[in-house]
């Protein structure tokens, strides 16, 4: 399938079945798991393709049984310009379309080695019109490479543990009151700040709140998941619940916003 570059190359990486541990600080946990064949002895794994939103120099690698000896970090570029460069594209524009691996963008030009030779020809003012078969965790993600030692031939498991940016979380709340009975629904809130869709993502919590499975955050979006739907009545219904803001409603009226720890006082 074509994946057609737009400003930024606003297209998207899928992940499937990681862990992602939430915390309130600007970094979360992410758990890549990848799985390899190794040999009895020496054996270099990889490439391997991390979150482009990853804080590389973090980056943690352990496997069970097995010596990793070290590793390659093969870095992106933040500008999309220069993450093309060695890259097979094609350009659309003007009546015509031009194939070729990407040697050079200098200024308001492209030079492509094409199979009729060498071609420069100016850069599309939009960047729609450039398109790759490669997919954007390709163009955009850090590569590791891993130098490991085994001691037998088999299927192994690799841990990869990094600090990921742009996924925020808080819990909020909605307390609607009719004929004198109050409802408290719970949510948790998760923002996803980044071009990264995450399928069948495993959520973990540092505060208690109960482990989410399977939960797909789509690029830039906020997801709201209910965890709690009880009636209350006291500061003893409420006492243990984590801390969030609570939305009011009487008879379907919005009334103000509270703090949990402040209700029933």
């Not at 270099?44 to 590389?56: E, F, K, M, N, Q």
Request: charged share 25%; aromatic share 10%; net charge positive.
């Amino acid at each position: 399938m074509r994946r057609l570059l737009a400003v930024f190359l606003a297209v998207f990486s899928i992940s499937y079945g990681d862990s992602l541990i939430l915390t309130q600080g600007k970094y979360s946990t992410y758990i890549q798991e990848e799985e390899f064949m190794v040999a009895e002895g020496e054996n270099i794994i990889g490439p391997i393709s991390i979150l482009p939103t990853a804080l590389v120099d973090a980056v943690d690698i352990s496997a069970d049984n097995l010596s990793i000896t070290g590793f390659i970090i093969d870095r992106t570029d933040p500008e999309w310009k220069k993450n093309l460069i060695g890259k097979f594209i094609t350009i659309e524009g003007e009546g015509r379309i031009i194939r070729g691996v990407v040697v050079e963008i200098k200024d308001r030009y492209i030079t492509l080695n094409s199979k009729k030779g060498f071609i420069v020809t100016t850069l599309p003012k939009f960047p729609s019109r450039i398109s790759s078969h490669l997919k954007w965790e390709e163009l955009f993600s850090p590569q590791l490479t891993l130098k490991v030692n085994s001691q037998e031939a088999r299927s192994q498991i690799f841990k990869i543990r990094y600090p990921v940016r742009g996924i925020n979380w808080r819990v909020s709340y909605t307390l609607t009151e009719k004929d004198g009975i109050k409802l408290l629904k719970g949510f948790i809130v998760i923002e996803n700040n980044t071009a990264v869709d995450f399928r069948k993502l495993d959520i973990f919590f540092q505060n208690g709140l109960k482990t989410l499975k399977d939960v797909t955050l789509p690029p830039y979006t906020t997801k709201k998941l209910l965890f709690i739907k009880k009636r209350v009545s006291s500061v003893e219904d409420v006492k243990n619940l984590p801390s969030g803001k609570v939305f009011l409603y009487k008879n379907g009226i919005f009334k103000g916003i509270s703090g949990i720890k402040k209700l029933f006082r």
